[in-house]
T-cell receptor, first 112, second 112 residues
Framework: EPEVTQTPSHQVTQMGQEVILRCVPISNHLYFYWYRQILGQKVEFLVSFYNNEISEKSEIFDDQFSVERPDGSNFTLKIRSTKLEDSAMYFC??????????FGPGTRLTVT | KQEVTQIPAALSVPEGENLVLNCSFTDSAIYNLQWFRQDPGKGLTSLLLIQSSQREQTSGRLNASLDKSSGRSTLYIAASQPGDSATYLCAVEGGATNKLIFGTGTLLAVQP
């Protein structure tokens, strides 16, 4: 069964550094999303992406964040200058025709 | 602004018991509702998707219902097993980009 994959599974970085989280969505899906979950809190929507552009973003998704689909398969989330409060699990998701969202296993980002 | 609430926050039951998890949402203008399972430190596994025109969906021992007008959904788990122990998340899908708004989850422990 097709699945969403994410790399790395765990990323440790120092405050102020740039990180890129990578996702490979399911191949025939058209809508892509990033969510995050701070430890012990709700899963929160960050951004949706369709037709090679951002279609919606949340208040969390400020100028430090960017997304890109550099080729036909990868979907990346870049955090330009990480802060301690960016420590969280980051989930990528993609959506099929009946709008069921399929999530990747997540990347645990730890900012020290 | 859509708010999703799940009750109870935690539940402990003996093996074999039937149980109901509750989800409520404030804005009835949703497209779909999805129930997910999350194991500790892991990603989100989709359990059931109920489209806005449907009243319920079943998969094995799981049955989810949706009452859009009252802003409620329930997840019924029959004959619970220790392997069902996890956090169960409810998420409603709405808006132009089908983003998901999540509840805080119900932590279920099934005692052998």
């Amino acid at each position: 069964e097709p699945e969403v994959t994410q790399t790395p599974s765990h990323q440790v970085t120092q405050m102020g550094q740039e990180v890129i989280l990578r996702c490979v969505p399911i191949s025939n899906h058209l809508y892509f999303y990033w969510y995050r979950q701070i430890l012990g809190q709700k899963v929160e929507f960050l951004v949706s992406f369709y037709n090679n552009e951002i279609s919606e973003k949340s208040e969390i998704f400020d100028d430090q964040f960017s997304v890109e689909r550099p080729d036909g398969s990868n979907f990346t989330l870049k955090i330009r200058s990480t802060k301690l409060e960016d420590s969280a699990m980051y989930f990528c998701a993609s959506i099929g025709r009946i709008y069921e969202q399929y999530f990747g296993p997540g990347t645990r980002l730890t900012v020290t | 602004k859509q708010e999703v609430t799940q009750i109870p926050a935690a539940l402990s039951v003996p093996e074999g018991e039937n149980l109901v998890l509750n989800c409520s949402f404030t804005d009835s203008a949703i497209y779909n509702l999805q129930w997910f399972r999350q194991d500790p430190g892991k990603g989100l596994t989709s359990l059931l998707l109920i489209q806005s025109s449907q009243r319920e969906q079943t998969s094995g021992r799981l049955n989810a219902s949706l009452d859009k007008s009252s802003g409620r959904s329930t997840l019924y788990i029959a004959a619970s097993q220790p392997g069902d122990s996890a956090t169960y998340l409810c998420a409603v899908e709405g808006g132009a980009t089908n983003k998901l708004i999540f509840g805080t989850g119900t932590l279920l422990a099934v005692q052998p």
